[in-house]
Each structure stands twice: as structure tokens, then as C-alpha cells.
């Protein structure tokens, strides 16, 4: 499967962003959907997962409240809706695809196939 990400820019603190992935070349339905992010000098910390069903989500404590996970699988596309941004959330944000296990969607390692990442700037 190919991914290819979209939608970030430069927002205000406490502004909002949608995120999006398309997805084609595979199966989308049969994928559980990952969020990371990597901010200058900094490893690639995971933001937020999503079952193939869309029906199970998980989030990076520092997210949690703030962020969306969810995905049309009919567009064959996951969503990552951000608001209440805030500085630190500046990073190249890269969507992912994968089949294992749930328990293993925090690790980037996880993820065979990721798209390109589009940068979100948050500015005071």
C-alpha cells in the first residue's frame, strides 16, 4: 500500500489542523492506521492509532483530548484532526500502515509502509 500525506501548514497556538492520508495500491480496509511525528533533533514518537474498522482509536498521552484519529474507508483515507495546538507539537507528521498486532502500534517499527510526512508549525 502507498500513503501519501497532506494538510499541514503553519497555525497559530491553540489554532486547528486536519491531517489527512490516501491510501491506494492495497487493501486499506485490512489496515490498522498509525499517526507519528518527529520534531527537530528529536526521535519519531508516536501520535495516534486506528483499528481497520475504524471502531478502536489510541493516543499518545500528550495528545489525548486534543487529537482525532479516524479514517473513511470507503475514500481510503485516515484523518488526524488537531486542535488546542501548541508549540510543542511542531513535527513532520507521517501517517502508517500495518497488520500487527494491536498491541504493537505505539512502535514505529511496527509500520512496513508509511507515506511522506507534511510539517505542521505551530507559532505563537
Known amino acids: 500500500v502507498q500513503l501519501q500525506a497532506s494538510g499541514g501548514g503553519l497555525v497559530q497556538t491553540g489554532g486547528s489542523l486536519r491531517l489527512s492520508c490516501a491510501a491506494s495500491?492495497?487493501?486499506?480496509?485490512?489496515?490498522?492506521m498509525g499517526w507519528f511525528r518527529q520534531a527537530p533533533g528529536k526521535d519519531i514518537e508516536f501520535v495516534a492509532a486506528?483499528?481497520?474498522?475504524?471502531?478502536?482509536?489510541l493516543y499518545a498521552d500528550s495528545v489525548k483530548g486534543r487529537f482525532t484519529i479516524s479514517r473513511d474507508n470507503y475514500k481510503k483515507t485516515v484523518y488526524l484532526q488537531m486542535t488546542g495546538l501548541k508549540a510543542e507539537d511542531t513535527a513532520v507528521y507521517s501517517c502508517?500502515?500495518?497488520?500487527?498486532?494491536?498491541?504493537?502500534?505505539?512502535?514505529?517499527?511496527?509500520?512496513?509502509?508509511w507515506g511522506q510526512g507534511t510539517l505542521v508549525t505551530v507559532s505563537s
Open positions: 486506528i483499528s481497520a474498522n475504524g471502531g478502536t482509536t
Open positions: 502508517a500502515a500495518t497488520t500487527r498486532p494491536w498491541s504493537l502500534l505505539r512502535q514505529s517499527q511496527s509500520y512496513p509502509h
Open positions: 495500491g492495497g487493501t486499506f480496509s485490512n489496515y490498522r
